[in-house]
């Protein structure tokens, strides 16, 4: 009976000890004094996450809400996380750039130990993050891009022949599918060195694992928001994002191109060649002078993923977001494929690496989608020291405090970008981004820890739709959908419940 006793007021204690942590944060920002919306008890202000609401809505609605309540940031809580939700683009320059030192964490989930594919760059904080980028930042200069051009051109030809194909059996396609087969082939060639071979086997091994590994969770969205919460305790817990089979497949993939490579000293001029250069070297000196070891095949992995996950459907779905509002807007199309004849006429029909340089406009159309279609929701951050917003002495980031900065709903704020609905790839012409903050578009971050592949992933999407527009003239039909529909149970980035249908016509 003691014993029963002594239990119960265990119990009783630990829920007493939880209830008062749990009602502590989601009043932190009650008790400061500092707008916010009440808070769901588990969902924070993240209601409809996963059900009827995208992410992106969640942060574009919450922001419009406040956009004119003249505080820098107001309180957000994401789940049971209480987090900086900034308002004011001076505000995030400061954390983005000019006070980068205090705010270069992200205070994700990622962990190393059980699941290392997790513990890459995109994540990593600390130590870890700045050894790292050091290391990597070689891998993605403009001369290796060049390294890199004739293979994606390859890839890209194969895509035109396929296209050809697709529209002679049927005018209507998909492009949203397409493209991203598109974006697996060139990947899977220019990360791992292997012919996925997706674009004509919509059954391919790489293109059915990179969808898993954008809509598989390991576990539910309880424990999902827990590990977001967070982060230390799901590591201490042993947690993992990726399901088993996932983590398998690309730990087998790259273990095996990795020693095939060196045991039969390939060479490719790839990304996973300059990882392996790096693996191999026991000495490597930073351009600070530092000098640090060699990667581990688990940080190869972990790299090797992230830059196909991340190429795979940020590009993807970059081109088919551009391709949808090219074929509902044709003067603009027009005005593409015209610089498109005119900058091949200049460089002898040679589609050059430095002939993509060229395509200013085309360029223009890309940050417009990127804009309008924000892939990804939102800039995370964490300070690491306390930070009192200059002239608001009221505003303070805690130390440990998490930021959102939330990109989408500043690319359609109508403040920054008149009529931001409407796609105008002249808002991005050098005398108009001039006009505007830095940090007014940030698809890729800003400042020093900006998205490393981010030379990559334009050269990709140029090289596609410059070819696709060259060969393709795209237009509207029944089948299209107006206005898109966004899927509220895909990851955190911009899904659609439907895929992109558009006619075709060979030129």
């Not at 898993?212 to 999902?224: C, D, F, K």
Request: a positive charge.
């Amino acid at each position: 009976m003691m014993l029963t006793t002594f239990l119960f007021q265990l119990v009783v204690a630990l829920m007493a000890i939880v209830t008062y942590i749990k009602h502590r944060r989601q009043t932190y920002f009650k008790r400061r004094g500092i707008p916010h919306d009440k808070p769901h008890f588990t969902l924070g202000n993240m209601n409809g996450y996963k059900k009827t609401r995208t992410v992106h809505e969640i942060y574009e609605s919450y922001y419009k809400k406040y956009r004119d309540s003249k505080a820098p940031f107001v309180g957000f809580y994401l789940f049971q996380k209480p987090a900086a939700f900034v308002i004011d683009l001076e505000l995030a320059k400061l954390i983005l750039i000019k006070n980068f030192s205090n705010f270069s964490d992200k205070g994700l989930f990622y962990n190393e130990k059980d699941d290392p594919m997790s513990a890459h760059l995109f994540n990593l904080d600390g130590p870890q993050w700045r050894l790292l980028r050091n290391k990597l930042s070689s891998t993605f200069t403009s001369g290796k891009m060049k390294f890199m051009y004739p293979t994606v051109v390859s890839v890209a030809e194969e895509f035109m022949a396929v296209m050809h194909e697709k529209v002679l059996e049927n005018s209507v396609v998909d492009v949203r599918d397409l493209v991203a087969r598109f974006t697996v082939d060139v990947i899977g060639t220019c990360a791992f060195g292997l012919e996925c071979n997706s674009l004509r086997d919509e059954k391919a091994e790489f293109l059915h694992f990179g969808r898993r590994a954008l809509l598989e969770l390991r576990y539910g969205h309880l424990v999902s928001g827990l590990m977001r919460s967070y982060p230390n305790l799901a590591r201490f817990l042993g947690l993992s994002r990726y399901p088993d089979q996932i983590q398998n497949f690309y730990h087998r993939i790259v273990t095996e191109t990795v020693t095939t490579r060196e045991r039969e000293n390939i060479k490719r001029n790839d990304f996973l060649d300059m990882l392996i250069n790096l693996k191999n070297q026991k000495e490597i000196t930073l351009e600070n002078g530092e000098v640090v070891k060699g990667l581990t095949m688990n940080e190869i992995i972990a790299q090797s993923f992230v830059f196909f996950i991340a190429g795979f459907d940020t590009s993807s779905s970059t081109m088919g977001f551009a391709l949808y509002e090219l074929a509902k807007n044709p003067h603009i199309q027009d005005k593409v494929r015209a610089e498109l004849e005119e900058v091949l006429e200049k460089h002898d029909q040679k589609f050059t690496y430095e002939c993509t340089q060229d395509l200013k406009y085309l360029n223009q159309v890309i940050s417009e989608t990127l804009r309008l279609y924000t892939i990804i929701p939102n800039v995370d951050r964490v300070a690491a020291k306390r930070f009192v917003v200059p002239g608001n002495p009221k505003f303070v980031i805690e130390a440990g405090q998490s930021v959102i900065i939330p990109s989408t709903a500043i690319h359609h704020d109508p403040s920054i970008y008149p009529e931001p609905y409407e796609f105008r790839p002249e808002r991005f012409s050098p005398e108009e981004s001039a006009k505007r903050s830095s940090v007014a578009w940030l698809p890729f971050g800003e400042g020093p820890r900006n998205c490393i592949g981010l030379r990559f992933g334009q050269m990709q999407a140029r090289i596609g739709l410059a070819l696709l527009i060259k060969n393709f003239k795209f237009s509207t039909c029944p089948e299209t959908a107006d206005p898109l529909s966004f899927d509220p149970n895909s990851s955190i980035l911009l899904g659609l419940k439907c895929g992109i249908h558009l006619k075709l016509e060979a030129l």
